[in-house]
């Protein structure tokens, strides 16, 4: 703990790079963990364009249990460690000669916003600057689960709309969805009863970044990554990219990597201190 104190005192631009494990303590499944998303259902039929294009109605109620399921959740103690080093005067306070710090997370349940928002109100921010410092530290590179995206590309209307059932047809299929991980007992709802584009009546679909399509805001996080001297890995397995990609290349510059981990199978070589646990219990106290 003492050498990653020192580590923070001399750190001048930080990156936070998080995976499910973070939203683990807020009761959110991981995807990989025991109980995870990917053990129980399959990420290539519901989780990438081509399975969007050939059943819209799987992935969407997919999509809408997970709505459901993160709408009724809350950040822990791990999100708003975090999100305390986005106000600058606490920054300044961990990290003396920190000039920077970025979240850059793959989760898409907006747990990380919502915390934000909540400490920024607390240092009683204006709503303007917290827009800006939600803008430029938090960035969520696998999109949102609350979006909904046009799927018109002419259109392309993109908006945040937590209302659930986000459509009357979605309504209780969480309980099927729930009990029967086998897809095909899930019901068809026709394409007409699906989310629309409200601008022009397309179907839309959810706002988050699937298998084999481009992430969110690349090369600001491209540019983070490369100026930053200390990575905080927080609960990830590191097995999708990019993601799983940058603390190496933070590693390689010479900086150094903190990891937060349940387990330490995650612990790859290179300048690295781990910190095996729940990141809900370690983080606050490793960082204040
Ligand atoms: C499976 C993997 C090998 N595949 C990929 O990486 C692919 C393909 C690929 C591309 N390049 C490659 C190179 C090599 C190999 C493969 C590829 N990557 C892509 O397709 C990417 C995009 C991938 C994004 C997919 N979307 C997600 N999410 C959103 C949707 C949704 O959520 O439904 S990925 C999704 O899975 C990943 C899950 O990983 P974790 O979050 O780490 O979760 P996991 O359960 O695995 O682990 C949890 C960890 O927490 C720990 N833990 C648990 N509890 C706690 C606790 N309490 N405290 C601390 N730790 C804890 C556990 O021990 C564990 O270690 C996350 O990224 C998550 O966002 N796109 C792309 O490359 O596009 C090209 C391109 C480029 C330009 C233009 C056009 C196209
Ligand atoms: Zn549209």
């Not at 899930?186 to 629309?196: E, G, Y």
Request: net charge negative; glycine share 8%.
């Amino acid at each position: 703990m003492e050498a990653f104190q020192e580590i923070l005192k001399r750190s001048k631009n930080i990156v936070a790079i998080a995976g499910a494990g973070l939203s683990a303590g807020s009761g959110i499944p991981t995807f990989r963990g025991a109980g995870g998303l990917w053990r129980k259902y399959d990420a290539i039929s519901l989780a990438t364009p081509e399975a969007f294009r050939s059943d819209p109605s799987l992935v969407w109620q997919f999509y809408h249990y997970r709505r459901t399921i993160a709408g009724q959740k809350s950040p822990n103690a791990a999100h708003y460690a975090l999100a305390s080093l986005s106000i600058p005067s606490v920054l300044k306070r961990v990290a003396p000669n920190a000039e920077s710090f970025t979240l850059v997370t793959q989760n898409i349940d907006g747990l990380s916003t919502r915390a934000f928002r909540e400490v920024a109100q607390r240092h009683s921010l204006s709503e303007r600057d917290i827009d800006n410092l939600t803008r430029d530290t938090i960035i969520e590179m696998h999109g949102r689960l609350f979006d909904v995206l046009c799927t018109d590309s002419s259109c392309g209307h993109r908006e945040h709309n937590t209302t659930n059932p986000i459509c009357p047809a979605l309504a209780g299929t969480e309980e099927i969805t729930e009990r029967h991980h086998e897809i095909d007992e899930w019901p068809a709802i026709a394409p007409l009863d699906l989310p629309r584009c409200p601008k022009c009546d397309a179907l839309a679909r959810p706002g988050v970044v699937w298998f084999g399509e481009g992430i969110q805001r690349t090369y600001t996080i491209d540019s983070v990554v490369e100026k930053a001297d200390l990575a905080l890995v927080v609960g990830t397995s590191s097995t999708v990219y990019p993601a799983s990609g940058y603390q190496s290349i933070v590693a390689e510059s010479g900086g150094n990597v903190a990891v937060f981990n349940i387990d330490d199978d995650t612990i790859s070589s290179g300048r690295h201190l781990s910190f095996i646990g729940k990141c809900e219990d370690i983080l606050p106290t490793a960082l204040f």
